[in-house]
């Protein structure tokens, strides 16, 4: 396999597309946003894209599909979602049923995909301006808590907001702030910093997902909507049937997360 | 006096000048930025600019004069630097010499006047956004502190950041860091928030300028970068002549606060 620089976005979703590449995508195509994924009958596409309206921190939308449509111009060229992802997951009732490499079985005319942003995109800004990601330096996936901040419902879908948590000196929460206003397409500026008690975290050293992360004594801990908080409330909805991508397995676009600047 | 909401600063400037307004300008219209002043021989003013410029965020410039230009231009029409602020500091060689309602026997042909942006500016913007401000809701001064970060020395001019200090709860200091950094010009984001020992504060009940604030359980001190800082700098300074405003008796300018927003 090629090594993640020298791939375009093209170049690894066919990769992907013929199981060469099965593998966490973080690191790979880093000009380029990586698109949670979420797929669900049309019957429940207007409540979930209400949903999404409503929680927008939590889940910034991207692109969403017609009924059917497994290609989306917006997200990329010659672009396949049934195909696309390293890795998906298939619930039905609510429970984790299959994972699966591709949906070409599975998919349905009446199927609805939703690409939400992802704080990779985030990431790979705040690196940029010498911002340190200390899950990054020791390859651990971000750790992820639950919060007791509740999610505004939209019919089957509720819930309370998950947040991934960076630590950072005050200077660079401060920096980060500005950086990560600038892309509400991606989870945008963070939703807490300081005491996690105050967002319903009794203890940051045992996140809900993800790797715990130390937090030095000169460093404050900064929270953002995650992107997980639309796959647990749908989850919870316990629809017959939705797909989502793989955690770390994410759809690689060819948005370039430079164009997705606010301002 | 007139209220101060019905005065545009044409008004309030004319009305300083007679000698019918004597008091703090907090308050006053809140649309325009205030400014502090410092005014220095033309023989130092080089150093003091190049200060300003090395230390951006405590001493951001709106405008500077020429040599002996007691009227400039940016600041407003028809306005007099001599007698357009409600007091002035005279320092003679560091020490508080006199205060005075106007300069017309101090001023002198090779005075340069330094007007530097107020954090009145972005108290106006974040009170316009919902954010409560604690010292306004309590009519006290905003409480203010030395702190271990070094100035960038030019000349004779050098010494520690001083900053002041708003407390707020987390999601409303996210939201202060996204406004102020719209204005650089008066003073822009946070320097600092959370720990005050990280920046050398000892005691947060204890501001060494202005009046102490309580910090409530659910909120952090944020601290941004104070335009006592020149002055503090000024007068350790030790220069023969230097004059300034007196603290909180600003001088009113026409630039409207939102003109200045960076983006």
Redesign the interface.
């Known amino acids: 396999m090629e090594n993640g620089d020298e791939m375009n976005p093209f170049e690894l979703r066919h990769q992907v597309r013929s199981g060469a590449f099965r593998q966490p995508t973080a690191g790979y195509c880093g000009d380029y946003a990586q698109a949670n994924l979420v797929i669900l009958p049309a019957q429940h596409a207007s409540d979930f894209l209400l949903f999404c309206q409503r929680n927008p921190r939590a889940c910034p939308l991207l692109a969403v599909g017609e009924p059917g449509q497994w290609q989306i111009d917006r997200l990329g060229a010659d672009l396949d979602l049934r195909s696309d992802t390293p890795g998906y997951n298939i619930y039905r009732h609510g429970e984790l049923a299959e994972q699966v490499h591709n949906l070409y079985e599975v998919w349905r005319d009446d199927l609805v995909a939703f690409a939400i942003g992802c704080s990779f995109s985030f990431e790979h800004m705040l690196m940029a301006a010498g911002i340190p990601l200390r899950h990054i330096e020791q390859r651990r996936n971000v750790a992820m808590y639950r919060t007791n901040i509740a999610n505004a419902a939209a019919g089957p879908f509720a819930g309370q907001m998950v947040v991934s948590m960076r630590p950072m000196k ?2 660079d ?2 920096r980060a ?2 950086i990560t ?1 600038r892309f509400p397409a991606v989870h945008g ?7 996690p008690a ?1 967002i319903g975290i009794a203890d940051i050293s045992r996140p809900d997902y993800g790797d715990p992360v130390e937090i030095m004594p ?1 460093e ?1 801990p900064v929270f953002w909507a995650c992107g997980v908080t639309p796959q647990e409330a749908i989850r919870h909805a316990r629809l017959p049937l939705v797909i989502t991508h793989q955690p770390g397995y994410m759809l690689v676009t060819d948005i370039l997360n430079a164009s997705l600047a606010a ?1």
């Open positions: 005050a200077a929460a401060i702030v500005q206003s500026a963070p939703v807490h910093l300081g005491d105050l000169d404050i301002f």
